[in-house]
């Protein structure tokens, strides 16, 4: 179905090549996993067994990509690829242009030209099998980052195509949606679909897996059987990372004072009520995770600590101030909140600048040695002169913490900054936010990797429908 054949490929205006002679076939109703480190050349990968590299990118390309027995570049355009394959990005968002969910999926199953009837009963069909009944009536735009790669994939689905690329379609998706997105892939493998996947979540995905393939610095290092590559202990850790070693401070925050209080908060998005009473209290030095399925309202609530979002009733109190009575630049110093997706946050030309812009911002005392120790700390220092957006997603997490560092805020919030990482990025990431604590920080991360919450947390707080239900630490 899907065939490279001693692929080579370098962008535009680049020296290193992103795929290095890269050879792999994928025959029907066969699943194949590729994992590895973030910019070891999986999205490339992606790319070019799509054919999108081919009809859409410039660069120096090698070797051939055949798709159902012809060569990506005989089909005329890459309209005319997508009725062999679909395909679901890392970025589902990027993939939606329509107002409502149902109208996402109905344009693909219009596409297709079917019967009214027919499509109507396709569309119950993957709005059933996708869990997105309830949302079909909701912008995409609005909807949770997970909620959002199960309509993407729903919209694909819808093409009916049998070959399905899927970049990381779980990077934001909770345990729960995680195991039903494995559930919905196992049961279109059995139907005879081909899926070439790229994840790091492998243990979900054991079970249909045929052939797992490792690649870093853009080249195949490992693949084979799973059991058999993950014989190797640099492969294992990097797949299955054990976060049990981590040094967890059990007393952290007790006794200190309170540096977020959160009184009766409420918020609605228009008529959808997010958060429902919320009641909570950090203390300064904690190290607090906060888990739950999508769309059960985390994101809200950490948007309330800096004010990117403001209460709809209730009072969000950070270092004795009411975010009602003071501006996001007046709370810079108090807590800082690292996006899920690091990129909103760049737009610099250069690293160095990019931690250098808050920092200059907030006339922090000697600038240059706080901006250089920053860098430092996040192991970016001989990446100081280079575009951001060059970076791969793992140093561009570490940069997304080193800008809001760089600001000195007591508390700093941080939204799923493990995800797209593999066990050792994973590892590193949280590390540097135990030297955080370690030095008086308060940290709070949203996480749906429930071995770090357990592990690296000295308390969990799990959400749902708005509401706290369980607080590991809370008085």
């Not at 080579?8 to 795929?19: D, I, K």
């Not at 070797?63 to 394959?85: C, H, M, P, Q």
């Not at 370690?438 to 959400?463: F, L, P, Q, S, Y």
Request: with cysteine.
């Amino acid at each position: 179905m899907i065939e490279l054949k001693d692929v080579s490929y370098t962008y535009p205006s680049t020296v290193q090549p992103a795929l290095h002679r890269i050879s792999l076939s994928l025959t029907k109703g066969r699943c194949i996993m590729v994992t590895g480190p973030s910019g070891a050349g999986k999205t490339s990968l992606c790319l070019a067994a799509s054919g999108v590299l081919h009809h859409d990118y410039g660069g120096k390309k090698e070797g051939s990509v055949i798709v159902d027995g012809k060569n990506v570049a005989d089909y005329r355009s890459l309209s005319d690829l997508a009725r062999n394959v679909g395909v679901v990005f890392d970025d589902p968002e990027a993939q939606m242009i329509f107002t409502t969910v149902e109208e996402e999926i109905l344009s693909a199953l219009e596409h297709r030209g079917l019967t009214p009837e027919v499509i109507e009963d396709r569309l119950a069909r993957i709005m059933r099998t996708t869990y997105l009944e309830e949302l079909k009536d909701r912008s995409p735009h609005h909807l949770s980052g997970g909620q959002k790669q199960r309509v993407a994939l729903a919209a694909t689905l819808a093409l009916g195509n049998d070959i399905l690329i899927l970049d990381e379609p779980t990077s934001e998706l909770d345990e729960h949606a995680t195991k039903r997105i494995a559930e919905i892939l196992k049961n279109l493998k059995q139907s005879g679909k081909t899926i070439l996947l790229i994840e790091h979540k492998f243990e979900n995905f054991r079970e249909i897996v045929d052939t797992l393939i490792i690649m870093e610095n853009g080249a195949i290092t490992a693949q084979g059987i799973p059991d058999e590559v993950l014989k190797d202990i640099h492969v294992r850790g990097m797949v299955l990372p054990d976060f049990s070693n981590v040094q967890k401070h059990p007393m952290a925050g007790a006794g200190n004072e309170p540096v977020i209080q959160v009184e009766n908060l409420t918020h609605c998005y228009g008529d959808v009520q997010a958060l429902s009473g919320i009641n909570l209290t950090i203390r300064k030095g904690e190290f607090v995770a906060i888990v739950g399925e999508n769309g059960s309202g985390k994101t809200t609530l950490v948007k309330h600590f800096n004010r990117l979002l403001s209460p709809t009733s209730g009072d969000v109190i950070v270092n004795g101030k009411n975010t009602k009575d003071h501006s996001i630049a007046a709370l810079a110093h108090d807590a800082g909140l690292v996006f899920q997706n690091p990129d909103h946050m760049f737009f610099a030309d250069t690293v160095r600048e990019e931690v250098a812009y808050g920092v200059k911002n907030l006339a922090i005392a000697d600038a240059d040695t706080v901006i250089d120790a920053t860098l430092a700390d996040a192991g970016l220092t001989d990446s100081a002169t280079l575009y951001p957006r060059w970076l791969s997603r793992g140093e561009r997490q570490r940069l997304g913490i080193a800008c809001v560092v760089a600001m000195q805020p007591n508390v700093i919030v941080l939204d799923e900054p493990t995800t797209g990482l593999d066990g050792y990025e994973a590892l590193l990431v949280i590390n540097i936010l135990k030297k955080l604590q370690e030095k008086g920080h308060t940290i709070v991360i949203i996480t749906h990797n429930r071995d770090i919450a357990e592990h690296c947390a000295d308390r969990i707080i799990t959400m749902e429908s708005g509401h706290i239900i369980s607080d590991s630490g809370g008085a």
